[in-house]
């Protein structure tokens, strides 16, 4: 059994190598993801054993690289793009929504691009302007599109081999201030299917769900709680569209409470709509409504507030607090 | 209606070794005014292009294009016109089926037909070409179905045709997004190693998009076999040339480093020329070029438009002097190649293409309500599942009501 403790961002180079080392039609495009490996390093070394043929350094516009890529796929390749940072996604927005989203469609079915969009998300690092953006939810409500997000080494390395491997568009979002956290990676493990939400932290009083990176913060909220004798269970829901529902209603109706926890902004943010639903499928099983922390309605701030912006471990329980309260 | 090239060097500008527009067709009204000033420009206001048939039905020679079509034939020229008479027969039949109700939309190509013709005839069938949404003379060329063009007007669908039956992509309506796709596309055919080309259509107004300019920048550096086909038929819906750019549309491919020319877009023989000349670089591994088709779209943007709101008439009469169809019956006739019997047969043909584009747009079904919930993803979505499953028990629910049985209605 190859099992390796490799940080995210290193369990994401091995994946993308293992795709390209599995699959000729394969490709890899991005700015500076040649030479320099990423601006994150994440795809560090891959030109050099993979080629200038494989591993794209592109022209710096974000539309070109994602409408190039349609082409590509509609040529019979797999291109995973990489996008720099979150905030700078926006350029190909429209290729993403009016394009990449749509087509399959389109064609009634007949042709396929199986494009994967990476994204470097989320924030923490002390970043300047549009380099720390949540823009998940935006993804998350077109149609045609899968959007997930790995919170840990493991997923981050199958669940992009998973994403690769799928005829769909995925949009995947690496939670950049965890690319350094460390865990362990076996490579020949028979992985989840991609889009199943994991049960992470056992607990009976109340349930908090999260993705990528604030799933870290709520095991350290719920660590923190049971130091004062509150039970959390803490669910990785790993992929937000499609979302497992399932499995989040299975914890609530054991719980009776749910928190839902981003960075995003709360407002028509993926907080909201797993509230509406769990409400739908839960409500005599629901102690006390479901809360939500994440963002404000606000731009993302600069980096010497983005503590108070960002929720944090004290943010989390004090929700907890409060549905435990009712 | 296959030219192969001799050529040693590929011209680089419009102008090089080509006779001008005759001098009774400048005397025409220049409807390209703004490009007309620009660099582009030849003496007396005219812009200059490649042109081989005049609009008075005149072969002129041109040493650097007529090579692509040296070896057309008379059965080759009823070819090209042929294509045109029925493309203009099928458009005319779409502008009157939206004007009964049956089409929501339909962007008349009305005028265009030689341009559309004369590269769609220059591509091979192994090259695959990207329209935007009014290439329905491509589409004819590339063998598909002209009544599969009319679903997503008549909305039953949003495109409907396998795109690699004929290499012929669905439908874009976002303008210019196919350019990017277009050159993806050749970037892989560059790396699969294959003997084929790529064709990205677009308007006059798609060359002021990012995206256009994103693909004029990766095409250029990644050396792709792509052409991209501008048709400048003057107006992009109410703005004319000038509020897209202040040179001729053909110059910008300079800044980009590939050749660009300016084509008479109303030539059919001179687009067909022109087109192989760029596709066969292409092929050759000498990388995009771009073709501004000089034309003029001579009805409304689309059937919402009301084009009297912003050009006047004696602009389209001018235009409707350089009309495609007629110069290339002029030399045919004159050259005898074709005979009253041929133009007979055609109208005939003409009626028979009516016909049937007017009976299945009216017994085109309405898709199933079910199918709302089709092709979205290719491998499954557990939220359209639940959706699907929930419209289903709510139809269902309608279904098994009872019914009288004499009237139709709910039994009370």
Redesign the interface.
Known sequence: MAVKKLPIAKAINESLRRALDTDPKVLVMGEDVGKLGGVFRVTDGLQKDFGE?RVID??L?E??I????????????RPVVEIQFDGFVF?AY??IV??LA???????????V?VVIRIPYGGGIGAVEHHSESPESLFAHV??L?VVTPSNSSDAYWMLQQAIQ???PVIYFEPKRRYWDKGEVNTDAIPDPL?KAHTVREGTDATLVAYGPMVKTCLEAAAAAAEEGKSLEVVDLRTI?????DTVQASVEKTGRLIVVHEAPTFFGSGAEIAARITERCFYHLEAPVLRVGGFHAPYPPARVEEDYLPGLDRVLDAVDRSLAY | MTVESTAARTPRRASSGGKRASASAKKTASPGKGAAKGKGAAQGGEPELVQLLTPEGERVENSEYDRYVADLTPEDLRVLYRDMVLTRRFDAEAVTLQRQGELGLWPSLLGQEAAQVGSGRATRADDYVFPTYREHGVAWCKGVDPTLLLGMFRGVNNGGWDPNTNGFQLYTIVIGSQTLHATGYAMGVAKDGADSAVVAYFGDGATSQGDVAEAFTFSAVYNAPVVFFCQNNQWAISEPTEKQSRVPLYQRAQGYGFPGVRVDGNDVIACLAVTKWALERARGGEGPALIEAFTYRMGAHTTSDDPTRYRRDEEREAWEAKDPILRLRTYLEAQGHADEGFFAELEAESETLGKRVRDVVRTMPDPEPMSIFENIYADGHALVDEERAQFAAYQASFADAPVNAATGGEVK
């Open positions: 043929d592109t022209p516009a539309s070109g994602v409408g190039t890529a349609i082409g590509l796929a509609l040529r019979g390749y350029p429209d290729q009016t394009q749509k087509m399959h469609a389109r064609a009634l079915g007949k042709v396929k199986p149609a045609g899968k799928s005829d769909d889009h569209s499609p979302l497992d529902f």
